[in-house]
């Protein structure tokens, strides 16, 4: 397992001040690269299957997932959200921005938020 395999590198004493500035998730993708030479699959096939694994899919339904799958798509949802993240020592950081929505279209009413009579 190579998640189990990163976790151990990295909290292993000896690597550990070695290991302090990588993310568990490249030692997993380091791992699984190995995994996949070992298989007999070319650097290119490796790459291939790691880019796969870490793409979300919008349309998956997480509830149906285990708890060690739904932790994996959390970490990489985790992982993208800081690579996009806007900080204020970013160059490119703006504070307070505002932005126009288009009011033209209809607005759809959705029916988790019309009160019934029943409820009331």
């Known amino acids: 397992d190579c998640s189990r395999a990163a976790e151990q590198l990295k909290n292993n004493p000896r690597h550990k001040a070695y290991l302090e500035g990588v993310s568990l998730r490249q030692l997993e993708k380091f791992y ?3 995994k ?3 298989g007999g699959q070319s650097l290119a096939e490796s790459l291939e299957q790691i880019r796969q694994e870490e ?3 919008p349309e998956e339904d997480m509830n149906k997932l285990d ?3 739904l932790a994996k798509r959390k970490s990489i949802m985790d992982e993208l959200f800081e690579k996009n993240r806007k900080k204020k020592d970013d160059p490119d950081f ?3 921005v505002e932005v126009e ?3 033209d279209e209809q607005l759809e009413s959705c029916g988790w938020d019309v009160e019934s ?3 009331i």
Do not use: M, R
């Open 67 to 69: 708890d060690k799958e």
């Open 36 to 38: 996949g030479h070992l």
């Open 117 to 119: 009579d029943e409820e």
């Open 94 to 96: 703006v504070y307070n």
């Open 55 to 57: 793409t979300i899919d």
């Open 101 to 103: 929505f288009p009011q």
């Open 32 to 34: 699984g690269l190995l």
